[in-house]
Nanobody, 114 residues
Framework: QVRLVESGGGLVQPGGSLRLSCAAS????????MAWFRQAPRQPRELVAY???????NYADSVKGRFTISRDNAKKTLYLQMNSLKPEDTAVYYC????????WGQGTQVTVSS
């Protein structure tokens, strides 16, 4: 059973930045396409960004140009740098494989509010 532990969330003002981290227990982490998802209250979980094993990336239109996904395969850790945050980015953020293969972690709450 792969364990995913997200961290780095918090309360930030509009226009601010946060960096999320996701530590995975999977030894073959480097071979997976990894992704960040988010879920706002009463909304379905949505894909935010993903990164392939070769480092190529893709983003939802709503975060393109503001968020950057990256990975450190040696540390088995996924990152999400979030800049120019907006109130509509408020959600619980989760990581997983892009195909949602593993059990979900607890997520990390991001709240953007003045």
């Amino acid at each position: 059973q792969v364990r995913l532990v997200e961290s780095g969330g918090g309360l930030v003002q509009p226009g601010g930045s946060l960096r999320l981290s996701c530590a995975a227990s999977e030894s073959a982490f480097s071979s997976y396409t990894m992704a960040w998802f988010r879920q706002a209250p009463r909304q379905p979980r949505e894909l935010v960004a993903y990164i392939v094993s070769d480092g190529s990336t893709n983003y939802a239109d709503s975060v393109k140009g503001r968020f950057t996904i990256s990975r450190d395969n040696a540390k088995k850790t996924l990152y999400l740098q979030m800049n120019s945050l907006k109130p509509e980015d408020t959600a619980v953020y989760y990581c997983n494989t892009a195909s949602r293969l593993w059990s979900w972690g607890q997520g990390t709450q991001v709240t953007v509010s003045s």
